[in-house]
């Protein structure tokens, strides 16, 4: 996200980093008090299938799908515009026992740092919903991913329990702002097909993955339930 451009994507970078804060959490916890998304294994599975040496996952966030992340990689780089995001996650990883295979870095989805071609798989969950351009950030991705590799991501579906969450507020159709003051937008299979239409991507595999959650740290207090569509896009080799 850059700082550069006034915009709700720049004003959340501060806003997750708050979120993150020693001040929000009790000492070790997560923001998300979770285990790893379902979908960070299957990932995993796939970066290994393809013989991946350098994974991204952007956001890494406090860390919890670096674990499971590590299982498909040499080398795992947690990405994320957050210090306070990484601090936890260097926790997880060094608890995980996988530290020597992790390095973080202050990147940006919008501007990465990186080169073209530079990483050979990427696992971008729960950010693209939070973007009003989203499409910038898939571009980006896609331009440093190397030929062959691929990009797994998602989209949250109108089913997800953020929609009935008391706290939020509907701004637009499909389109909410939580008690944080996050933007969420939600999407169905044909608005993510548009999506990547727009940036000349095409989805390798769309499918539809819900699971269920504990409660979280800091808010949503009870159990509850996610779908998104979970999206793969392949870089052809050259």
């Known amino acids: 996200m850059n700082n550069e451009v006034a915009s709700p994507d720049a004003d959340a970078i501060e806003l997750w980093n ?9 000492g070790d916890a997560n923001l998300w008090g979770d285990p ?25 966030g406090d860390g919890r799908n670096l674990p499971p992340l590590a299982q498909g990689c040499s080398i795992l780089l947690g990405g994320d515009t957050s210090h306070n995001a990484m601090a936890i996650a ?20 919008f501007d990465t740092g ?20 989203p499409g910038r950030a ?20 109108m089913n997800d329990c953020q929609v009935s969450d008391p706290l939020i507020k509907e701004i637009e159709p499909k389109i909410y702002i939580d008690h944080f003051n996050f933007y969420c937008q939600f999407y169905d299979r044909d ?12 989805a390798e595999s769309i499918e ?12 949503r207090d009870y159990w509850h339930d996610h779908e998104s569509l979970a999206f793969v896009v392949h870089k052809p080799a050259a």
């Open 90 to 109: 260097e926790r997880v990883v060094a608890k995980a026992g996988v530290r020597d295979k992790a390095v973080f870095m202050r990147t940006d989805c």
């Open 114 to 133: 990186l080169l073209s071609d530079s990483v050979d798989g990427i696992f971008c969950w729960d950010l693209l919903g939070h973007l009003t351009e």
């Open 18 to 26: 708050a979120a993150y804060g020693d001040d929000v959490l009790d």
């Open 36 to 60: 790893p998304v379902p979908y960070a294994l299957t990932a995993a599975e796939l970066f290994r299938a393809n013989s991946a040496r350098v994974v991204l996952d952007l956001p890494c």
């Open 208 to 219: 539809v993955r819900g699971w269920r959650e504990p409660p979280h740290a800091t808010y």
């Open 138 to 157: 898939l571009a980006e991705l896609f331009r440093i991913l190397r030929p062959g590799g691929r990009l797994v991501a998602n989209m949250w579906t």
């Open 191 to 202: 608005d993510l097909v548009a999506l990547l239409d727009s940036v000349g991507l095409q």
